[in-house]
């Protein structure tokens, strides 16, 4: 009879203490601001080479001459201290800051997307970080492009403030992906064509942009597929930096390091709902290795001379963290030779995502090849593991050197 009572007594406690179970804990305003500014990456842009975080001063080269990005920790003097939150409102919707216009280097015109909610919350958390006085270096622009006053009429012409479009029979998961993609992630910021005024190009969404030397590549969802990209692919790619499929480099190595990879499985799946949009996989068109090294000979002979001992002689690499594989590479088998031109002339520097989690470089070959035999190894690739129908030129080699001597890209791997 005891042991009976001793057990209800239990089945009663255990049953009282389900009913007592707190509810999930909401995050706090402070964790939901980390993890909003982490998805929209701020920390990349506001942070220098080896500088302190969001403290500014990182360049940007645009065709009008150097920008420098702020200081937006909340110091009084030199960051973002004295704004109320309806200033970080108008900055991060209107590119209206408290000394004037901001240049649209700055992501206003997808940021405009973010709900007040988020915004409050971003504005919290930047406001809780620690102050920092410093002041970046002055912006080096060309006239007209130095006059503040001048954004206002680049707003008025080019700052298309419409809506998401309307999610027509999409999953919430398809709606969250089209919200972290176009306004907290701003990946149109880097993956759409400019105009001649650095306004993205609408028609032109996600069709790739020449940035800091490399391709911000076309992620449209035939692009993605014709590569040979799936979800699986992405995943790695977006969570460690490196897939079968290629590695992140330049500016997405470090959107992958400071914001993919610290976001939710779910917000990385939808991400790639997304951009998927649920086209379906597409017949994988391969070249030819024999056939490719008969009709570019040369270029055959540089690969084994200058790829194959990393890369492997049939291209198959050895690790994604040391040589990944040319013969499943997106960069190979994608419209634009321009990255793998690129890659080939600069090289890569090592990458070191966290301890467990890093990538060996590649020296450039500017200087020991010359246009004509980059244009024979590209093609050579491209034919034996892509499916390009138009060749490079030896002129395309030269005129992509030109590109990357003119803002110092080809020694700065050395």
């Known amino acids: 009879m005891g042991k009976f009572i001793f057990a209800f007594l239990l089945l009663l406690t255990g049953a009282h203490a389900a009913a007592q179970q707190p509810a999930p804990v909401k995050p706090s305003a402070a964790e939901k601001g980390r993890y909003l500014a982490a998805a929209g990456d701020c920390v990349a842009c506001h942070t220098a080479t080896n500088g302190r975080p969001y403290i500014g001063g990182r360049p940007f080269h645009t065709p009008f001459g150097i920008l420098y990005s702020t200081n937006i920790t909340p110091d009084k003097k030199t960051g973002i201290g004295n704004y109320t939150l309806e200033d970080f409102t108008a ?37 809780q970080l620690p102050p920092v006085e410093y002041v970046p270096p002055e912006n080096d622009l060309f006239f007209p492009a130095n006059l503040r006053f001048g954004l ?28 972290l993609v176009n306004a907290l992630g701003h990946c ?63 500016e997405m190595f470090s959107v992958v390091k400071h914001s993919l990879s610290h976001l939710s499985e779910s917000d990385v799946n939808a991400i790639i709902t997304y951009l998927l949009d649920d086209s379906e996989n597409t017949s994988e068109t391969i070249g030819n290795p024999q056939v490719a090294a008969e009709q570019f000979k040369q270029g055959r002979a540089d690969f084994v001379a200058y790829c194959a001992a990393c890369h492997g ?15 499943r590479n997106a960069a190979v088998r994608g419209e634009n030779p321009y990255n793998t031109i690129a890659v080939i002339l600069r090289g890569l520097p090592a990458q070191r995502m966290d301890r467990t989690n890093a990538r060996a470089g590649m020296p450039g070959f500017h200087r020991e090849l010359d246009d004509t035999r980059v244009a024979g190894l590209v093609n050579f690739m491209r034919a034996a593991w892509g499916s390009a129908e138009k060749p490079v030129t030896r002129e395309d080699v030269a005129e992509i050197r030109r590109q990357l001597r003119e803002h110092d890209y080809l020694d700065a791997m050395e």
């Open 91 to 127: 900055a991060m919707r209107r590119g209206k800051g408290t000394h004037g216009n901001l240049y649209p280097a700055m992501p206003y015109t997808s940021y405009y997307l973010i709900p007040d909610e988020d915004i409050a919350s971003l504005y919290g958390y930047f406001m």
């Open 152 to 179: 206002g009429f680049w707003n008025w012409i080019f700052f298309d403030k419409a809506p998401l479009p309307p999610p027509e029979g999409k999953s919430p998961e398809w709606q969250r992906g089209n919200y």
């Open 188 to 250: 149109g910021e880097c993956h759409t064509p400019r105009n001649f005024a650095f306004a993205m190009k609408s028609d032109e969404k996600f069709a790739g942009n020449i940035l800091e030397g490399w391709d911000a590549v076309d992620i449209r969802p035939a692009s993605l597929r014709r590569q040979g990209w799936n979800s699986e692919q992405l995943r790695l790619l977006f969570t460690t930096g490196a897939s079968e499929r290629g590695t992140a480099v330049g």
């Open 313 to 327: 002689r049939e291209g198959r690499g050895i690790t994604l963290s040391f040589a990944p594989p040319m013969d």
